[in-house]
């Protein structure tokens, strides 16, 4: 099992950032895959972010140029710097693992965009 949480998430004004942080703990198994996911209101859940433990990323295209996603190994981490920041990014965001298991979420934590 692993568990997860999350931690950064608030209120900011359009063009201004936020940094999202995850944490796992339990039983961690390599390979795995890290990521972020969305789901603003009356949307589906979407990707978008991820990380392998290996370091390799993919973006969702809304997000690219503007969201960063990084990982640290030793501390079982990883982090989501968002930037430039606009109100379509308004969202509840959770954290997902990933490995031979299965997948495991974490409870989510609210990013709201407004001025």
């Given at each position: 099992?692993?568990?997860?949480v999350?931690?950064?998430?608030?209120l900011?004004?359009?063009?201004?950032?936020?940094?999202l942080?995850?944490?796992?703990?339990?039983?961690?198994?390599?390979?795995?895959?890290?990521?972020?996911?969305?789901?603003?209101?009356?949307k589906?859940?979407?990707?978008?972010?991820?990380?392998?433990?290996?370091?390799?990323?993919?973006?969702?295209?809304?997000?690219?140029?503007?969201?960063?996603?990084?990982?640290?190994?030793?501390?079982?981490?990883?982090?989501?710097?968002?930037?430039?920041?606009?109100?379509?990014?308004?969202?509840?965001?959770?954290?997902?693992?990933?490995?031979?298991?299965g997948?495991?979420?974490?409870?989510?934590?609210?990013?709201?965009?407004?001025?």
């Open positions: 099992q692993v568990q997860l999350e931690s950064g998430g608030g900011v004004q359009p063009g201004g950032s936020l940094r942080s995850c944490a796992a703990s339990g039983s961690i198994l390599r390979p795995y895959v890290m990521g972020w996911y969305r789901q603003g209101p009356g589906q859940r979407e990707l978008v972010a991820g990380i392998t433990s290996e370091g390799s990323t993919n973006y969702a295209d809304s997000v690219k140029g503007r969201f960063t996603i990084s990982r640290d190994n030793a501390k079982n981490t990883v982090v989501l710097q968002m930037n430039s920041l606009k109100p379509e990014d308004t969202a509840v965001y959770y954290c997902n693992h990933r490995d031979s298991r997948g495991y979420w974490g409870q989510g934590t609210q990013v709201t965009v407004s001025a």
